[in-house]
């Protein structure tokens, strides 16, 4: 299991994403947005393979879409040369495609960004994930992290009431520092290989390749 980290975590910076390519001695960057899907991807390889050891790839939470541009500039074909793959929210999807184009990569279409190794998530991991196991199986992780009480008094809120489970859920996982990396490895544990949402298997079968 992923071990969680605690407190707010900055996002790497180039110089120690380089540092971290050169040391694992990598062939594939893997591009996040954040700590939690780090955790997610990194359960993920580990469940259901290959390791990202085997596959020679790390992944690199860059700290949202705004930052790919410069990580695909400086890791990417015409910085150190690695292969590159990631995943991005859904609704950062124009601004993705337009990095990678600038960095001198074809992806004018979400199709040409998965063909490059880019899968969307829809809206976000978190919700992909929920989706995936249902809110039962959600609820189930909490109960079994002590967390089920907390999330019953959070649905109790006023601006909380007329949403969906779903919706609660997934605004839960993200109301305290570290909770969405923690769950970002949970809930990739609870998963069965053919309920692995589409954009964590096909990077999955990138890795493969």
Known sequence: MVEEKSGPRSPLDIATACRVVVEAEAGTAILVEGWSDEAAVETLARRFGPSLRDAQAVVLPVGGATNIARFVQE????????????????????????????????????????????????????????????????????????????????QAQPAQRARTLHAQLHRFLGTRSGRKIRYGALLVDELDLERVPRPLRLLLDRLSR
Not at 113 to 121: D, I, W
Not at 122 to 131: P, Q, S, V
């Open 75 to 154: 890791i990417g074909p015409r910085g150190l040369g690695l292969r590159l793959a990631g995943l991005y929210d859904v609704g950062e999807e124009q601004h993705i495609l337009r990095s990678l184009e600038r960095a001198g990569l074809s992806s004018p279409d979400r199709t040409g960004a998965e063909a490059l190794g880019f899968f969307a998530c829809d809206a976000d991991l978190e919700d992909e994930l929920i989706r995936a196991l249902g809110t039962k199986a959600v609820e189930g992780a909490l109960n079994a992290c002590g967390e089920l009480h907390s999330f019953r008094r959070f």
